[in-house]
């Protein structure tokens, strides 16, 4: 099974593009951060390709920005092509199958770290955060 889910921030507008055909594609790298920090203690992020195809590249084209916050669901792709000194090359991309916003359009990239997390997941309406209790029984 090839099946990639990711949640990041646009590092720039979507590239939208037409193939001779006429088909629609969007591609956008996304900046994911890593589970962990550093040993210097910063937050460290990776930079992945992605690619939607069709309808959806309208819609994503139309909606991303730099910044959003996205999740997208897909397959992870790896090919080779020769570029014009002969030379060949990798690319490993993700071929995205679905996309979902994850926060409002009008709350856009919050540049300070404590206030991106604040509304992560789009949930701030469900409650409020319950603190770790170090006395459960198990």
Not at 19 to 33: E, M, R
Not at 60 to 86: C, M, P, W
């Amino acid at each position: 099974m090839n099946k990639v889910i990711l949640m990041g921030r646009l590092t720039k507008d979507p590239d939208i593009k037409y193939t001779q055909s006429g088909k629609v594609v969007c591609s956008f790298t996304l900046a994911v951060n890593r589970p962990f920090l550093s040993k210097n203690g910063a937050r460290e992020a990776d930079f992945i390709p992605c690619v939607l195809w069709g309808k959806m590249a309208e819609t994503a084209g139309n909606s991303f920005a730099k910044g959003h916050r996205v999740l997208v669901e897909g397959r992870l792709q790896i090919r080779s092509y020769d570029d014009d000194t002969g030379v060949r090359r990798w690319v490993t991309e993700i071929i995205c199958s679905d996309f979902y916003f994850i926060e409002k359009k009008n709350q856009g990239y919050q540049s300070q770290q404590g206030q991106q997390d604040a509304y992560c997941s789009g949930m701030e309406d469900m409650g409020q955060e319950v603190p770790f209790d170090e006395e459960i029984p198990f």
